[in-house]
């Protein structure tokens, strides 16, 4: 039994042949129609061919219909079954429903009515095949295995991430600007029980704080200025999921009081309400401040801070992790490479030994920016050393003449020389050469950089590719 690619297949189970001959001259012209007499022909060819609807008889010669139907949703439980019956009987049609049927029509048939009852199966089916592409999907971005690292720091990260998933405790995410603080967040929530409701996510930092209270808890109409109709807070929509707030330390001591009354009652007042809003949310927070000096300072409040810090997650830094850097960069360049449509094989062992090397102020975000954007302008197989950005450049030759005086190889006064050269040519690369622009740059005259390039020796043959 061999299915078509453009028509979706129906399989007829009844054991009249003119009732068959029916259904197929009804239904050949939209679908693929096979045909099937008793129950051995049915599992005969479910074997070569599962079709994507079976219209199923209730009376069948050689087993009863409901049976049938038991037999088949054992062995594929999603399988789309209408039953067919010669009398409507309430008895039947609930019984046929409890084993899985989806609907059932009666004889003689009601051609529009079965049109309309098979299009609605399909179209059932396929939003729920498409709800598990985009769970799918969810787990792909969202899971551990989206969270690259293999440094002991990290694998210990995982370890408290999955046990505190299925947890109701609440979360501090701590570390440093771009280390994945969201993305952790996301993680536990994710591969928590609220994992079918709402994630909600806010930058504290980014609301003003006239606007952060309304934001976080809704508010009534006409509860301020504009306020024309109701809004919904974050709390509300996040009912039952989880609520990520990121830079929890940039918030008033007013508004973290009012955190603390959610965390201790489960409940909250809209700004201008009276009426007493309860929600189940689970709170998952972050910063890139250290809580405990704001503390000290009085700009944190201490209650607050032991109940948002029942399960801290500190996050280091790409600096303190480098032997995660390899697998990173491996990571993204597969990721934006798929995206760009670009037939990238890697990065050069230079380029590689250059990224080791230097700092990551911005930590993985930084690193992430910088494979797209190289990625994105490239045409090379692999991304090479005079495509990554200056400062990265710049750090490594600094360190090696650093090193190079400290173990007495070069001068200090030669390494002073070495150095200097370096940051004229670098003006002198994103100029492109044009002297005047250089000079702008490095925030001299053109007449003491033309003096600098003689003292120096920089002449015509220094000129290489300037970067892009």
Same mark, same amino acid.
């Given at each position: ?9 129906? #399989? ?8 068959? %001959?029916?259904?197929?001259?009804? #239904?050949?012209? %939209?679908?693929? +129609? ?54 409507? =009987? ?14 059932? +029509? =009666?004889?003689?048939? &009601? ?39 293999? !440094? ?67 508010? %009534? ?65 972050? =910063? ?15 209650? #607050? ?18 032997? &995660? ?75 090696? #003449? ?14 002073? %020389? ?26 001299? !005259? ?23």
């Amino acid at each position: 039994m061999v299915g078509s690619d453009s028509l979706k297949s129906i #399989l007829v189970v009844d054991d009249e042949a003119g009732a068959r %001959e029916s259904l197929k001259m009804i #239904l050949k012209g %939209e679908y693929q +129609v096979f045909l099937a007499k008793n129950a051995e022909e049915v599992f005969r060819q479910i074997d070569s061919h599962i079709p994507d609807v079976i219209l199923l008889d209730i009376i069948l010669p050689d087993m009863d219909g409901l049976k049938v139907l038991e037999r088949l949703k054992q062995t594929l439980p999603d399988q789309i079954v209408i039953m067919i019956t010669a009398t409507k =009987t309430v008895k039947t049609a609930v019984e046929a429903m409890k084993l899985g049927a989806y609907d059932y +029509v =009666t004889k003689p048939f &009601d051609v529009d009515e079965l049109r309309l009852i098979i299009n609605r199966a399909l179209s059932t089916r396929a939003l729920k095949e498409e709800n598990q592409r985009l769970w799918m999907e969810v787990d792909r971005s969202f899971g551990f295995d989206n969270i690259v690292g293999k !440094s002991k720091g990290m694998k210990d990260i995982f370890i408290v991430v999955k046990r505190v998933a299925d947890t109701r405790a609440t979360v501090l995410i701590m570390g440093e600007s771009g280390t994945g603080k969201e993305l952790i967040s996301r993680a536990i929530h994710y591969h928590s029980p609220r994992k079918n409701h709402p994630f909600v996510t806010i930058n504290c930092a980014a609301i003003p704080e006239t606007l952060i209270e309304s934001e976080l808890f809704g508010h %009534e109409k006409g509860a301020f200025t504009n306020a024309i109709e109701k809004k919904l807070g974050r709390f509300e929509v996040a009912h039952q999921g989880t609520l990520f707030l990121d830079e929890i330390g940039e918030l008033s001591l007013m508004t973290q009081a009012k955190i603390l009354r959610f965390l201790e009652e489960k409940e909250f007042n809209r700004v201008g309400g009276s009426k007493t809003i309860k929600v189940d949310v689970r709170l998952i927070t972050a =910063t890139n401040k250290d809580l405990s000096q704001l503390i000290k300072k009085g700009q944190f409040r201490e209650d #607050l801070y032991y109940r948002i810090n029942v399960v801290p997650i500190i996050l280091p830094p790409l600096r303190e992790r480098r032997e &995660d850097i390899p697998l990173l960069v491996n990571h993204f360049t597969k990721k934006f490479s798929e995206e760009n449509q670009k037939k990238l094989k890697g990065v050069s062992k230079e380029a590689l030994e250059l990224m080791m090397s230097y700092e990551w102020p911005g930590n993985v975000r930084e690193l992430e920016n910088l494979i797209e954007r190289v990625i994105a302008l490239t045409n090379n197989e692999y991304i090479e050393p005079d495509e990554l950005p200056l400062p990265i450049i710049n750090q490594s030759k600094t360190n090696g #003449l650093r090193e190079s005086v400290l173990s007495g190889q070069i001068s200090f006064s030669k390494a002073e %020389e070495e150095f200097e050269k370096e940051i004229i040519l670098d003006a002198l690369r994103r100029a492109n050469f044009i002297q005047s622009h250089a000079a702008e740059i490095l925030g001299i !005259s053109r007449r003491i950089l033309k003096y600098k390039m003689d003292k120096l020796g920089i002449e015509q043959q220094d000129r290489i590719k300037p970067y892009s």
